[in-house]
């Protein structure tokens, strides 16, 4: 049998499923029995024990329901590794590089719910941002997903399930080098009117086509999706040549511009360097002092203000080095499901710094960058 192919037994009678808490754990679990939806019983699914990286509250998911829908998909589904040709067989759409399957829609569920089949490019990511109208369930088939839940993050390995209240801030992003596939469940329904006013054809599954982040924007407030001020690193590490005494790393503002924000980042050596976006802002270029006799120094995004939030790439470091290696960016944009807009991907390199991946995630209006 291929090592992707799960049978209805394997995952109905022995599939480990995480639930994983918002800043208020106790709420987010009793929150998936809130709704009315038939669930399976969870008296068929047995606990196995798992390693994962998290920062997030973990539950052994033994009496939470699951949403009937995923289940019966899933027990259905000869293939659920993300390179399966199953979308072939469903209405398919690319929305900014993610390219998401209708399963189930309002038009099939008498409007009680929508169920995507999504699969997530090497790179391709949603920053934060919120639903006013639907609940989400993520649960992983194929590869592994950082994600966000409010101020937690966490690793999530194949049969995770994640839930997600609405108005509950969160993001996700593939910070793997292969393909990602999860189911992602929301009730009520309502959210596939975006996908379907903002999705391209697929004429190739694996490569999606250009996209207009002021296009997404536009169409994302009406349909209830909602991108609030987010600042994270725009690269997962950095690089200076050995001896230079000052390393440039890279600050993105994603979502809303409309306000002055900010926040510090704290080096590991103690040292807090303050920055701020002014309106319209979106991109900083932050001076970091490199002390003579250390190689590597870590970076933490903290202490966000003007109601800025902190976004997935918040712990990165500096690397010294004798060659800086070349830049690798992935071409995917993603937004999916739960997101309005584009990501913007930037490549810089020079003699002192090097970005290995850039997210951007507003409009294209904003203003020009500035050095801190």
Known sequence: MNTKTKSTAFYLASSFLLTLGISFPAQAHVGLHFHDHEQQDSSTVTSSSTETSNSIDIYDFLNGPIPTAITDYVAGLDDISATSLFYQDLETAWVAGGRISFVETGETTNEQYTLLDVVVVPGGGTPLHFHENEAEWFFMLDGTLEFQLEDQTALTPPETLIFGPENGKHAFRNQTSDLARLLIYYEPTGVEDFFREVGQPVTDPFNQPPVNPEELLEAAPANGLIFPSSLEFAGNQFFTEEGSSVATVDVIRTGAVEDIVGGSIFLGTGTEIPIEFGIGESFQRVNIPLPNDINTIDLFLKNPTGGASIGLLADQAIIRT???????????????????????????????WNVERSFMFNSSKTKSSKTV
């Open 322 to 352: 004798r060659s800086i290696p070349e830049s690798s960016f992935p071409v995917g944009l993603l937004a999916f499901g739960t997101i309005g807009a584009g990501l913007m991907l930037k490549n810089r390199k020079s003699n002192q």
